[in-house]
Nanobody, 116 residues
Framework: QVHVVESGGGLVQPGGSLRLSCAAS????????MGWHREVPGKQRELVLA???????RIGNSAKGRFTISRNNDNDTAVLQMNNLQPEDTAVYYC??????????WGQGTQVTVSS
């Protein structure tokens, strides 16, 4: 079992920034992909950004030009830097880790609220 834990959500004003962190732990074989999705009530969960172990980037429409992702393959952590946040970015952000040996694991989610 792989455990995924996010941190760093909260309330921010429009135009502000937030940094979300994610850590995978447990019985890890090798984490191939770490990434973030987000979900708004009543809508489908959507990709924000994801980064593979070998550096391949998957970009969701919401992230272009404003969000970046980085990860540390040695300690299985990832960071989502979000800039110029807007009210439409309000959502629960979920980190996930895809392990080569045991599959896909999700964190519990962290709330991001963008409001003045």
């Amino acid at each position: 079992q792989v455990h995924v834990v996010e941190s760093g959500g909260g309330l921010v004003q429009p135009g502000g920034s937030l940094r979300l962190s994610c850590a995978a732990s447990g019985h890890i074989f090798s984490i191939y992909t770490m990434g973030w999705h987000r979900e708004v009530p009543g809508k489908q969960r959507e990709l924000v950004l994801a980064l593979t172990r070998d550096g391949r980037l998957r970009i969701g429409n919401s992230a272009k030009g404003r969000f970046t992702i980085s990860r540390n393959n040695d300690n299985d952590t990832a960071v989502l830097q979000m800039n110029n946040l807007q009210p439409e970015d309000t959502a629960v952000y979920y980190c996930y880790a895809e392990d080569d040996g045991s599959g896909l694991f999700w964190g519990q989610g962290t709330q991001v609220t963008v409001s003045s």
